[in-house]
């Protein structure tokens, strides 16, 4: 059945009646298009690897969840196969509606509804002890905080539409990586926003290496996280790396995967040398053990 929609000759309206848990799941829309979808389990934190599989007299496919949209494009066109799906630490356990428009290259558009069930996920909580400084932050310093929390929105806002990395993200130092993302953290007896990130132990003065190749776009000190580097890996994927002793990087430079771009410290809101490592994705905050396991190309 077709209908005409806002202009569009839409082919197809399809309701996907099955529920994507953690398997791997193929769409097929009439005109021959396969996107694939694919995540070990679906809960706050985990990433959906998204795959356009077969793609005859495709133009583009829009992937909408939630507020965010996610564009794939045959392979050798302008923009990647591929898109990642962040699932954010505050999702609630409940069904998500995921939309995909196929644009062919005729004009025609074929249009499909997916669920995306989202599970429960525990999280622990932590009592810390830190300057009371980094709790409750004295009136001279809220200007410099509201200042670098903008800085830091302008920083996640612009991403390369073009993929950045290279093969499959590595731990970004060796030492022993706490479990702790999404921890209910409680600071001197107060409670704070959710740790997004996970803590690895790095002693005072080590090396830490990007765990992708990408684009530094910020490196420099922040009053709640200390000596900070972001990068870029495209997509609307980044890495975020804190509490350093001293930056080898500056924004703008290119990084390879593996390169160093700071040396491990314990400056910002921090009770000793560590290396917090963080990732968002188009605003998600997620697991960065959920990258370690995606299957992304070279």
């Known amino acids: 059945m077709a209908k005409l929609l806002k202009g569009r000759f839409i082919m197809l309206w399809f309701i996907a009646p099955s ?19 694919v995540a070990p389990t679906i809960e706050p934190g985990q990433i959906i690897l998204a795959r356009l599989l077969q793609a005859p007299d495709v133009k583009k496919v829009s992937i909408r969840f939630r507020d965010a949209v996610y564009e794939l494009t045959p392979r050798g066109q302008a923009l990647e196969t591929f898109a990642l799906i962040g699932l954010d630490l505050g999702l609630k356990p409940e069904s998500y509606e995921l939309k995909m428009s196929v644009f062919l290259q005729d004009g025609r558009v074929e249009e499909m509804k997916h669920q995306v069930l989202v599970s429960a996920r525990d999280f622990s909580v932590k009592k810390l002890w830190v300057k009371e400084e980094f709790v409750r932050p004295p009136p001279e310093v809220q200007d410099r905080i509201e200042r670098e929390s903008e800085i830091l929105e302008i920083a996640y806002s612009v991403s390369s539409e073009k993929w950045l990395g290279e093969g499959a993200f590595e731990r970004p130092h ?51 996280s200390g000596k900070t580097v972001i990068i870029d890996h495209g997509l609307g994927l980044f890495t975020f790396y804190c509490h350093f002793s001293r930056l080898k990087v500056s924004r703008g430079d290119a990084v390879k995967k593996g390169a160093v771009i700071a040396l491990a410290g314990s400056t910002g809101r921090s009770t000793g040398p560590h290396l917090h490592w963080g990732v968002r994705l188009l605003g998600s905050r997620v697991d960065p053990a959920a990258l370690l396991s995606l299957a992304l190309p070279e």
Do not use: C, Q, W
């Open 174 to 224: 060796p030492g022993e990586t706490k479990p702790n993302f999404g921890e209910k953290r409680i600071y001197n007896n107060v409670p704070r926003s959710a740790h997004s990130g996970v803590d690895i132990a790095a002693p005072y003065g080590s090396p830490v290496r990007a765990s992708n190749s990408g684009r530094v776009v910020l490196a420099r000190d922040l009053y709640f």
């Open 19 to 37: 529920v994507f848990g953690g398997e791997n799941v193929t769409l097929r829309f009439p005109g021959g298009t396969e996107v694939g979808l």
